[in-house]
């Protein structure tokens, strides 16, 4: 065998190796994307655990909500692996939807790399979509100026300690779950969701809407600075 045909052979089996490399790297992506893939739809909170003041383990706050008559209805509607929170809060049977998180519309996106879930919105988009819907609420300004200035000025700070935390999702046979973790890498919450049949998922959206219209034809007046302690 000549010299020359001892390059080509071993460029080859490089080229081959490198070829094999490449298709397992791209196989590997393929894997885990398909196993952290969230299909579209309208996922419902069906369980709330997180810590409380004095115990560091999780606490089961659907289950002390039912005993109470008081749940969190949350939901997830998700397209193309982008998703929408949407918060829902009923006390005696009835609902109430805050119409400052109706309109906030915080998009976070799902990333099947890394399983984490991310806020699309900069600390400075989020401010003016803040200072945005305050001022639709309060139009006549004068009164309310100095106030949405200090309420948007908190709510940014809110978020920026929000985007410092991580948040993780695991898929499930039904749904999946969220998990947010502390500054010391902890778990400090952990949210469950599953997923709606199509009538399901418009029955809530009809309840949701429905709930938003009372609540701001009759509650109007409830606006204070405290209210934006909910904006997160």
């Not at 289950?63 to 749940?71: A, P, Q």
């Not at 998009?107 to 991310?118: A, V």
């Not at 940014?156 to 010391?184: Q, W």
């Amino acid at each position: 065998m000549t010299k020359a045909k001892k390059w080509k052979i071993a460029i080859i089996l490089l080229l081959g190796l490198v070829a094999t490399v490449l298709i397992a790297i791209g196989e590997g992506r393929f894997w885990k994307y398909q196993q952290n893939y969230i299909p579209d739809g309208t996922y419902q909170m069906v369980k709330y655990e997180a810590k409380s003041a004095y115990s560091n383990e999780l606490i089961n706050w659907t289950e002390r909500g039912e005993n109470n008559d008081s749940l969190y209805e949350d939901f997830i509607v998700v397209e193309n692996m982008k998703s929408q929170f949407y918060y829902v809060f009923v006390g005696d049977g009835e609902p109430f939807v805050s119409p400052f998180e109706h309109d906030e519309k915080l998009p976070q996106t799902f990333d099947p790399h890394t399983g984490t879930l991310k806020q699309d919105l900069t600390p400075s988009e989020y401010g003016n979509k803040v200072h945005s819907n305050l001022q639709k609420f309060n139009k006549d300004g004068g009164q309310f100026r100095k106030w949405r200035e200090i309420s948007t000025s908190e709510c940014v700070e809110d978020y920026k300690r929000m985007l410092k935390r991580k948040r993780t999702y695991e898929k499930r046979p039904k749904g999946f779950a969220i998990n947010v973790y502390d500054t010391n890498g902890n778990i400090s919450s952990r949210r469950v969701f599953e997923r709606l049949s199509s009538s399901e998922a418009e029955d809530l959206h009809l309840d949701y809407e429905g709930a938003y219209k009372f609540v701001k034809e009759s509650r109007f007046d409830w606006q204070t600075e405290s209210d934006f302690l909910i904006w997160r």
